[in-house]
């Protein structure tokens, strides 16, 4: 075997490392790609979430407080009652 020709066996060996090399980089950033999206969505379902949550507590918020004043009238009323007819 030649130099000569051992120089081009070398060179390409070399390319085609290179070439398989260039095909994982863009395997792994395509993967990392699609990671980020799933973080993304996760992110986006989270908040969702805790959107759903707040108007749970806000509505609960909202009962707890119709339910006191209702029950704060009514305390009121009877004790008014009662004042009425001397009980």
């Known amino acids: 075997m030649t130099p000569e020709i051992a ?3 070398v060179g390409a ?3 085609i ?3 398989r090399l260039e095909g994982r980089v863009e395997q792994f950033l395509a993967h ?3 990671q980020d999206e799933r973080l ?6 989270l908040n969702s979430l805790e959107r759903g949550y ?7 918020a ?3 407080a119709a339910v006191g004043a ?7 009323l009877l004790q008014n009652i009662k004042i009425t007819f001397g009980g």
């Open 62 to 64: 909202g009962v707890a």
């Open 32 to 34: 990392q790609t699609r």
């Open 54 to 60: 707040s108007r749970i507590l806000g509505w609960a």
């Open 7 to 9: 120089k081009t066996d």
């Open 70 to 76: 209702v029950g704060s009238a009514l305390g009121l």
């Open 40 to 45: 993304n969505n996760h992110g986006d379902r």
């Open 17 to 19: 490392g290179i070439g």
């Open 13 to 15: 060996e070399v390319l």
